[in-house]
Structure formats: C-alpha cells, structure tokens
C-alpha cells in the first residue's frame, strides 16, 4: 500500500476525463466511491497511524478506523483504513457508449483487421479506402503476434475474476486480497483479481477459482454464492510503465500499449499526452517513451 506513481495527475484527469465524458455521451458509467481495506493487526493500525502524518497521503485518507466498522459484512477485528478519491468504471458500459458515439458520427468499422491490407505510402497509410498520416496501434498483448511492434516488451499477465451474489447490498467496495467491485444487477459483485505470469492458459481454472474463493472467506463475514468465473490478460512491461511513441524504424506507425493492471485509470491522462504529441504540443516524456527501449529494435521492424 503505496501511492501510486503519477497518482496526483492521473488521478485528477481520470476524475476530469470520466465525468466529462458522461456528460458529453449521456450516459452513466463512472461511480466514485470510497474504499474500505481492513487491517490485519495492531501493528498495522499503527503503522497507518504513522503514515496519516504524510501530507502526500493524508489527501487519499478518509478516515481510519482502530475497531472494527463494517464488521457485519467483513472480518475487521483491528479496523480498517477507508480511503477516498476512489470508485469504479463499468467499462463495458463506457465501450459501449463510446462505440454509439463514434457510429453516430460515421467514424467506426467493425471488421477485423487484417495487416496484410496496411500499405506504408510516401504520404503516410492505406488501409483499404482508407488514407491516414499515422495509424495508431493500441491492441495490448496481440502486439506480440503483428508483424508492427512484436519486438515491444508486452507481457502478457493473466488474471482471473469472480461474479459473485450477496443476500445483502455492500455499503463499500471492500479491498483485501481481493476487490469487490458492484456490477448492475442487484447484490452482485465482480471479484478479482488472480496474477500469473507463468500458466497463461487462455481460459479459466479451478485453482484461480479456489484461490479468489478463499480469499474471500477471509474477507468476507457473510454468505456469497459464485455465479461465474473469468479471464484474461493484462498488457504490462518490465518497469510497469506504458509505452508510447513512433515506433522506431517506422515513422508512420504509433504504439499505445503497456497499461497494464491500471489502464483504467492510466488511459486518460497518457491517451492525452500521447495526443498532445501528436499535434506537435510535446515530448512524449522519458518514462513512457517507446526509445528506452530502443535497443530491442531492428532495422526491419515494421517492414511490409
């Protein structure tokens, strides 16, 4: 439990980002709201006692508990922390909305995308009837399989989630070993979440359902019933940072990849940065840029 890199930016845009993009599609898909993460010991309490002192953390803290709050829905003998500037998004809901918008406006193809149509020309992309001066990939760990980006280090890190049914409506999302995140149907919760870097079978498995279960009979003081199970991958990079940038040997091409287990909230503030850039507004900073990778590139890279 540390703060998070970038946090006072990306967690500012994000807010910025999903509220206004609510209002611009017309439609619900962002839910502040605070999160509660019991604590384990007495020891615990202090050291979260200490930590209340740090100006760059008291913003995320709410409030802290030294007995048990929400003990008639979680295991929370010592107290728990409840933190703020929190919540969800239902990004099924925000795709969706997102997909209308861009129909309404004639500027969506469903199809699948087929590299060998891309053609590099002197004035930039073709694809079909298609003409753009760059064409932007963001496909997360199928990067590894295009002949544009392979050499990207995108690893892909499975993680499996839970739906579960309560008798009872959460006051909270509860955070402790697992998340409990609400979904629209009443008293349902999407639980999650697994990390395997190792057994990356595309499906689901009886030990991340047994590993989520008992998770959550340490976390939870009341009854659940599994509904389903699911899975899949997350597009993370060896120092846990996105990667952004032309691709290097290949000016027409863009690589947005990396988001790993936080492109939720990540998204906003780097799809923006990487517009800036774009429109000749900036530098895509060193953190995140494509170059400092550079040296995993060849020559040919991206040749069709």
């Known amino acids: 439990m540390t703060k998070t890199w970038m946090a006072e930016s990306v967690f500012a845009e994000l807010h910025q980002f999903y509220s206004w993009a609510e209002k611009k599609l017309n439609h619900r898909f962002f839910y502040p709201q605070s999160i509660y993460r019991p604590f384990l010991s007495a020891e615990e309490q202090n050291e979260w006692m200490g930590k209340t002192a740090d100006q760059a953390l008291r913003h995320y803290i709410q409030e802290i508990f030294l007995r048990s709050r929400y003990g008639h829905q979680v295991n929370d003998p010592f107290g728990g922390l409840l933190l703020k500037e929190c919540g969800y998004l239902d990004v099924m809901a925000f795709l969706k909305a997102v997909k209308n918008k861009l129909l309404s406006s004639h500027a969506y193809v469903s199809g699948r995308f087929d590299e060998v149509k891309l053609r590099m020309e002197l004035s930039g992309i073709r694809y079909d009837d298609f003409i753009a001066k760059k064409i932007i990939f963001c496909n997360g760990t199928a990067i ?77 003081n009341i009854r659940f019933k599994i509904i389903s199970q699911d899975w899949g991958f997350r597009p993370t990079t060896p120092d846990r940072k996105p990667i952004l940038g032309m691709l290097p040997g290949n000016e027409n091409v863009v690589i947005f990849n990396g988001l790993g287990t936080k492109g939720v909230s990540l998204a906003p503030y780097f799809s923006g940065h990487l517009l800036n850039w774009l429109l000749g507004e900036g530098e895509i900073q060193s953190e995140v840029n494509i170059n400092r990778f550079k040296s995993l590139f060849s020559k040919s890279t991206g040749a069709v």
């Open 144 to 220: 590894k399989n295009s002949s544009f980006g392979s050499s990207v280090p995108v690893r892909p890190l499975k993680g499996e989630t839970l739906v579960i049914e309560t008798p009872e409506n959460l006051e909270l999302i509860y955070n402790r070993g697992v998340y409990m995140v609400p979904m629209r149907e009443i008293n349902t919760y999407k639980v999650g979440a697994t990390y395997d870097s190792k057994f990356l079978t595309a499906d689901i498995t009886s030990a991340g359902r047994e590993e989520l279960q008992n998770k959550l009979y340490e976390l939870l």
